[in-house]
Nanobody, 124 residues
């Protein structure tokens, strides 16, 4: 069973950058599509970014396009979310997820494994 652990969250000011990491254990991520989702207080979980198993197909939510980038290093069994020009509305718990189907997806129900999340707080 794949276990995912996110790291890299924290408290930053508007305009700052953070890089989130999602490390896997108990299996290799090289055949999984990966996604990042976030959930702000009182809101539903929303899609942020996804990347196919090969890394060739990527999709980013419109709300973060041009500021966030998803990447992966299959040799390190790790997926990243680079977040630049952070805004207070980016404040949320960020989750990574793995989709054994291998195809990138914007839909949470397509993902089989989830991490516990890492808190990102952006102050104005």
């Amino acid at each position: 069973q794949v276990q995912l652990v996110e790291s890299g969250g924290g408290l930053v000011q508007a305009g700052d950058s953070l890089r989130l990491s999602c490390a896997a254990s108990g299996g290799t991520l090289s055949s999984y599509a990966m996604g990042w989702f976030r959930q702000a207080p009182g809101k539903e979980r929303e899609f942020v970014a996804t990347i196919s198993w090969s890394g060739l197909v990527r999709s980013i939510a419109d709300s973060v396009k041009g500021r966030f980038t998803i990447s992966r290093d299959n040799a390190k069994n790790t997926v990243y979310l680079q977040m630049n020009s952070l805004k207070p509305e980016d404040t949320a718990v960020y989750y990574c997820a793995a989709n054994s189907g291998g195809r990138s997806s914007r839909f949470a129900h397509d993902y089989d494994y989830w991490g516990q999340g890492t808190q990102v707080t952006v102050s104005s």
